[in-house]
């Protein structure tokens, strides 16, 4: 049953913008460790708040 399943955050698409002209950017998790990925530049960072999220990737680390 997919209730029984434990999955983990591992990514965050953002768009910013309109729905005709706008920028993408990524939130993802490496070893534990956030990182934004905005066109040729990547920083880490500490945590992960968005206003601007239209795609939540997860991981399932179980299957119970």
Not at 3 to 9: E, V
Not at 28 to 53: L, P
Request: hydrophobic fraction near 40%; charge should be negative; include cysteine.
């Amino acid at each position: 049953s997919i209730a029984n399943n434990i999955y983990t955050l591992i990514a965050v698409n953002n768009h910013v913008g309109s729905i005709n002209n706008g920028h993408y950017f990524c939130y993802a998790k490496r070893h534990d460790e956030w990182y934004i990925f905005d066109d040729e530049k990547v920083h880490k960072i500490n945590e992960v708040v968005s206003q601007h999220a239209y795609m939540l990737l997860y991981q399932r680390l179980t299957n119970v």
